[in-house]
């Protein structure tokens, strides 16, 4: 059974930068196909896709985001770590870390996704 | 503004049939990669539901179908039943963007 759980700061200030820790159980991020990525949901507001880290260490972010995000992962803790610098209101959201199941670094499906961090922005 | 377009909201009485409608373009849909749907029950987590070629994860009733035809895809819920009601988000992979995109989300509401 595939679990996965968010774990960060609950409230931020403008311009600080935000490190989200995803914890995973019942797989292995050394299998190949296997990513976890990251996704958000504003209030109220449909999901965005933000970043993913590949069992090959490959990584993609989007690219209206990328220069604020990296995403790193630990395979002897399983654990995935997204920053984001530079954090800003608009950035609050629920933030979600999912596992990617795909047969390569394209495609695939968010298949079991962890129950979300509310993250919230303001001075 | 979301890369693939869904309608806002959909609603049916119970025992019917519904069809939310997902379009996207030749880099996202109109490639060779699968659209998946997603259902969020509000104040949850999205779950997976099913992808276009229809494979869907134990437990989710064969009420609930996928299909794709060139640039847009569509999930089917027959039957319509009153769990049911709740956001359905479509996703695909856009060649362009090199990314994973999902639709505006469509909230379904039973009558």
């Known amino acids: 059974q595939i679990t996965l759980k968010e774990s960060g700061p609950t409230l931020m200030k403008p311009t600080q930068t935000l490190t989200l820790t995803c914890t995973f159980s019942?797989?292995?991020?050394?299998?190949?196909?296997?990513?976890v990525g990251w996704i958000r949901q504003s209030p109220g507001k449909a999901l965005e896709w933000l970043a993913v880290?590949?069992?090959?260490?490959?990584?993609r972010y989007s690219p209206s985001l990328k220069s604020r995000l990296t995403i790193t992962k630990d395979t002897s803790k399983n654990q995935v770590v997204l920053t984001m610098s530079n954090m800003d209101p608009v950035d609050t959201a629920t933030y979600y870390c999912?596992?990617?199941?795909?047969?390569?670094?394209?495609?695939?499906?968010?298949?079991?996704w962890g129950q979300g961090t509310l993250v919230t922005v303001s001075s | 503004q979301s890369v693939l377009t869904q309608p806002p909201s959909v609603s049916g009485a119970p025992g019917q049939r519904v069809t939310i409608s997902c379009t996207g373009s030749?880099?996202?849909?109109?490639?060779?990669?699968?659209v998946q749907w997603y259902q969020q029950v509000p104040g949850t987590a999205p779950k997976f539901l099913i992808s276009?070629?229809?494979n869907r994860p134990l437990g989710v009733p064969d009420r609930f179908s996928g299909s794709k035809s060139g640039t847009s895809a569509s999930l089917a819920i027959t039957g319509l039943q009153a769990e049911d009601e709740a956001d359905y988000y479509c996703?695909?992979?856009?060649?362009?963007?090199?990314?994973?995109?999902f639709g505006g989300g469509t909230k379904l509401t039973v009558l």
């Open positions: 019942g797989f292995s991020l050394s299998t190949s196909g296997v990513g």
């Open positions: 276009a070629n229809n």
């Open positions: 999912a596992h990617r199941l795909g047969a390569d670094v394209t495609g695939g499906r968010f298949d079991s």
């Open positions: 880290i590949f069992w090959s260490d490959d990584k």
């Open positions: 996703q695909s992979y856009d060649t362009s963007l090199s990314g994973w995109v």
């Open positions: 030749s880099s996202n849909i109109g490639t060779g990669y699968d």
